[in-house]
């Protein structure tokens, strides 16, 4: 089981490029200067929360099956309820970019407050299709051999990862905006330092980083996929409730928190011990 843990670490250069990239369209976005109709309306209009759909007319009616599978959960409900009315926070949610069949949340704005004001979803074109490895994402690669077997469809999948990328926008309204700052400064340094020493993590001007701004490039990250996908385990609870298959996918679900997420297994049994359904099941 820790050998395929260790596997995942030994792939560490390879994430800390992923998320040094991913940081780095992000760490654009508020000291950019650019004057966009975007930046304005968000500057001049703070309180101008609520849910933004900017879908391309071509993956409209595609759109509108995902989210009538998200919808059709109460859980799923719930959250587009709050984010519809949310009084500060303007929600983009837009489909296309170049991962097909992935989706990622950013272009992340705060106020004065400190307060999360903007965030965007970008959804890929075919995100009813395509699962991610178990070691990061193993609720969403779970579902794999029951869209095999016909049980569930490419929407629920779709559904699934619309689900993941609320759990971002969820985490990172919790989370300091001076920390995730701070995290945007820290990760290119530490990179650059990780890279030139020989992958030592040990170094102890890496420590020193990792103490300040909460963990190392990779801990951040992973912290931040496992909330995703907590969330995403959130809306397949209510989804298959009420199927025969329930308990074999949590099952497998389970498995692949404990092989690879072990630290983080906190918040997903959490999760499987809130709902009756799920407790009659092996995860307790
Ligand atoms: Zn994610």
């Known amino acids: 089981m820790k050998i395929c843990a260790r596997l995942g670490r030994l792939l560490l250069p390879t994430f800390l490029i992923a998320l040094a990239g991913s940081q780095a369209v992000n760490a654009q976005e508020p000291n950019s200067g650019r004057n966009t109709v975007r ?4 500057t001049s209009k703070p309180e101008a929360g609520g849910i933004h759909e900017s879908i391309p007319p071509k993956y409209a ?8 599978e998200f919808l059709s959960t109460d859980i799923g409900k719930a959250q587009w309820e709050m984010y519809s009315h949310h009084p500060y926070l303007q929600l983009t949610i837009t489909v296309g970019g170049k991962n097909a069949e992935g989706a990622g949340t950013g272009k992340y704005k705060w ?5 999360l004001i903007a965030a965007t979803i970008m959804l890929g074109e075919r995100i009813n299709e395509g699962y991610p ?14 869209e ?75 912290d931040r ?47 499987a011990k809130s709902q009756g359904a799920l407790y009659s099941c092996s995860w307790k």
């Open 225 to 271: 996929e496992y909330w995703g996908e907590a969330n995403a385990m959130l809306f397949l609870r209510d989804r298959v409730a009420k199927e025969k298959f329930h308990c074999r996918l949590f099952g497998k679900i389970k498995r692949a928190v404990e092989e690879y997420a072990k630290d983080y297994e906190e918040r997903f049994a959490e999760i």
């Open 39 to 42: 930046d304005r309306y968000a």
């Open 133 to 146: 490895s178990a070691v990061y994402y193993p609720v969403m690669n779970a579902l794999e051999p029951f």
């Open 148 to 222: 095999t077997r016909n049980l569930i469809s490419g929407n629920v999948l779709a559904a699934t990862k619309i689900a993941h990328e609320f759990g971002h926008v969820m985490k990172i309204s919790s989370t300091p905006h001076d920390l995730y700052h701070l995290q945007l400064q820290l990760v290119p340094q530490y990179n650059k330092i990780f890279l030139s020493n020989g992958y030592n993590v040990n170094d102890p001007r890496l420590v020193e980083m990792a103490q300040k701004m909460g963990g190392n490039p990779v801990e951040i990250w992973e």
């Open 111 to 115: 106020n004065e407050k400190g307060e």
């Open 61 to 68: 009616k595609r759109y509108q099956e995902w989210k009538d």
